[in-house]
Every structure is written in structure tokens, then in C-alpha cells.
């Protein structure tokens, strides 16, 4: 059963910037496409970046270009570096696993089989 647990979440002002990490164990599968998501109050949950095991990427169209999706084979973990924070990124974000030989919507929860717990990022003006 692969495990993810996600840290770097906080508080931060309005244009800052924040790292969040998913460390994964319990498999060895590099390939596997490891996602960040997001709920915040009131809203459906919803994919903010995705990497596979080649390095592509995809991203919401809410984050281009301030949010980063990186990983280190190595340490079985997941980066997601955010800048420019708004106010209505402030979410539980969640790192999410899914196996590379799954087909489908690049944030299609239902194929993702393993979630973190979550890590709280709140921006504040």
C-alpha cells in the first residue's frame, strides 16, 4: 500500500511563495503519476498539477505559470512550489498516486488509489 504524506503547508501573505512536499513509500513504481489537489471550504475537490514519470506535466489552468510540479525519483518525493499566492488558493492541498498504467483525465480522482492526508496552505492579504 503506498503511503503519502505531505508537509511545507502554512501561512503566507499575498504574493508569497510556498514549497510543499509529498513523500511517498511503499512502492517502487517511478513511473506512477503523482498529482496535487485541492478543496477548499464549500468547494469540490480539484487537481492543481500533475507529473508522470517521464517528467511531463499538466497543470490547472488557475496556477500556470506560478505554480511548479517537480520530483525526485531518488527520495520517492513530490514537490509542488507555488508563487504569487492569492487568497484563493487558500485550500487543504493533497497529494494523490496514481498507477502509470491508468487511462484517463489527467485529474481523474477516481483513478488516483492513494491520497495524503493533507496539508493546509492559507494566504491572506
Known amino acids: 500500500q503506498v503511503q503519502l504524506v505531505e508537509s511545507g503547508g502554512g501561512s503566507v501573505q499575498v504574493g508569497g511563495s510556498m514549497r510543499l512536499s509529498c513523500a511517498a513509500s511503499g512502492y517502487s513504481d517511478s513511473s506512477r503519476y503523482m498529482a496535487w489537489f485541492r478543496q477548499a471550504p464549500g468547494n469540490e475537490r480539484e487537481g492543481v498539477a500533475l507529473i508522470g514519470g517521464t517528467g511531463v506535466t499538466y497543470y490547472n489552468d488557475s496556477v500556470w505559470g506560478r505554480f511548479t510540479v517537480s520530483r525526485d525519483t531518488a527520495k520517492n518525493t513530490v514537490y509542488l512550489q507555488m508563487a504569487s499566492l492569492e487568497p484563493e488558493d487558500s485550500a487543504m492541498y493533497y497529494c494523490?498516486?496514481?498507477?502509470?498504467?491508468?487511462?484517463?483525465?489527467?485529474?481523474?480522482?477516481?483513478?488516483?488509489?492513494?491520497w495524503g492526508q493533507g496539508t493546509q496552505v492559507t494566504v491572506s492579504s
Open positions: 494523490a498516486a496514481r498507477p502509470s498504467y491508468t487511462c484517463g483525465g489527467q485529474f481523474a480522482q477516481a483513478l488516483f488509489n492513494s
